[in-house]
T-cell receptor, first 115, second 111 residues
């Protein structure tokens, strides 16, 4: 079974400051891991994903995440926050090799960027 | 290339009615999955279709059903609507495991 825990339902940062959104996962099989962003009244946009290979994954809009198996974590970071980063962020996991092609989502973290 | 298209974007229905939502996946994507998003329960998996067959199902009552056509387009149906069915319904298409592209969703309001 797979599950995701996102620590902090709300995170506020100043414009230009580091963004750190935390995600821990549980999976009985090697996971695929994802970060999605959702703007108001929109669907989910993929920021980045980890499937295999390099554990530091770079995504769109300057975001990156590192898969740490020993810590079962996949935290999302961005060196310098921009006002346009204000949105809700979801971490998700799916189980590689399970034959099940569905995502398990965390409860989301709402990011506020303070000018 | 065109993304995932969901229609309609907004829908208002009365309790007890039924509703059908449509999803057109990215060309070439054979897997279509559906999710329900509510403030209380978050994002929950409904079901997944691949090559016209339901391959996986979440924990929702039988009032929620779906199907997929030979061109990979998918529909989901909710019968006997309840107030709690008010939600954003999201469709995602993918090429097997590891890549999911979401549509903009259908916002269903049950009154």
């Amino acid at each position: 079974a797979q599950s995701v825990t996102q620590l902090g339902s709300h995170v506020s940062v100043s414009e230009g400051a580091l963004v750190l959104l935390r995600c821990n996962y549980s999976s009985s099989v090697p996971p695929y891991l994802f970060w999605y962003v959702q703007y108001p009244n929109q669907g989910l946009q993929l920021l980045l994903k980890y499937t295999t290979g390099a554990t530091l994954v770079k995504g769109i809009n300057g975001f990156e995440a590192e898969f740490k198996k020993s810590e079962t974590s996949f935290h999302l970071t961005k060196p310098s926050a921009h006002m346009s980063d204000a949105a809700e962020y979801f971490c998700a996991v799916s189980g590689r090799g399970t034959g099940a092609n569905n995502l398990f989502f965390g409860t989301g973290t709402r990011l506020t960027v303070i000018p | 290339k065109a993304g995932v298209t969901q229609t309609p974007r907004y829908l208002i229905k009365t309790r007890g009615q039924q509703v059908t939502l449509s999803c057109s996946p990215i060309s070439g994507h054979r897997s279509v999955s559906w999710y329900q998003q509510t403030p209380g329960q978050g994002l929950q998996f409904l079901f997944e279709y691949f090559s016209e067959t339901q391959r996986n199902k979440g924990n929702f009552p039988g009032r929620f059903s779906g199907r997929q056509f030979s061109n990979s387009r998918s529909e989901m149906n909710v019968s006997t609507l309840e107030l709690g069915d008010s939600a954003l319904y999201l469709c995602a298409s993918s090429l097997q495991l590891g890549g999911y592209t979401f549509g903009s969703g259908t916002r269903l309001t049950v009154v």
